[in-house]
T-cell receptor
């Protein structure tokens, strides 16, 4: 099994619908992150969480919300999806005790809003 | 916020060396990273360098860091077709990573 699992892998949804993207990890890391990737724009941080009771907005949080249900689970919601939220979404985890605190990424969720 | 800058595209022949460049913004960044993304996959950590180092070598990969110019480079020796991918540099800024837009490396036979 992958260290960081994202579901679904692909999703097509209609404008105005609520959608949840899920992420679970088996690495035992406290820190989890949601990024979106758009062609030519790289990865941009949406939300991050340093432990179960900690939620922080990233660079582009408008239109998104998150829930940290447990150390291993961090979900991203789009309350009312719009077409410019069409993107590739990545969840990641990290462990600051390693010093260099490199991220481990999931395989991504490709979301299309029509 | 300020951007981490990378050139968008690099094309090399198999067996040549590839050099991917990056400029970052925060002189207080403690670690700088290189990630690789293959088609349809997530990002994979390739290597990293601590800010008090000038160079780090790991098999075919060499990372050079010029703190004065805030310039980071990744050299891949003997580039193979399997190295074709998008390469991202990233800096740790305020406990999260800020990524560049990525450099697409195309290796031709």
């Amino acid at each position: 099994d992958a260290d960081v699992t994202q579901t679904p892998r692909n999703r097509i949804t209609k404008t105005g619908k609520r959608i949840m993207l899920e992420c679970s990890q088996t690495k035992g890391h406290d820190r989890m992150y949601w990024y979106r990737q758009d062609p030519g724009l790289g990865l941009r941080l949406i939300y991050y969480s340093f432990d179960v009771k900690d939620i922080n907005k990233g660079e582009i949080s408008d239109g998104y919300s998150v829930s940290r249900q447990a150390q291993a689970k961090f979900s991203l919601s789009l309350e009312s999806a719009i077409p410019n939220q069409t993107a590739l979404y990545f969840c990641a985890t990290s462990d600051p005790l390693t010093g260099m605190d490199g991220y481990t990424f999931g395989s991504g969720t490709r979301l299309t809003v029509v | 916020g300020e951007d981490v800058e990378q050139s968008l595209f690099l094309s090399v022949r198999e067996g040549d060396s590839s050099v991917i460049n990056c400029t970052y913004t925060d002189s207080s960044s403690t670690y700088l990273y290189w990630y690789k993304q293959e088609p349809g996959a997530g990002l994979q950590l390739l290597t990293y360098i601590f800010s008090n180092m000038d160079m780090k070598q790991d098999q075919r990969l060499t990372v050079l860091l010029n703190k004065k110019d805030k310039h980071l480079s990744l050299r891949i020796a003997d580039t193979q077709t399997g190295d074709s991918a998008i390469y991202f540099c990233a800096e740790k800024r305020y406990s999260t990573l800020t990524f560049g837009k990525g450099t697409m490396l195309l290796v031709s036979p």
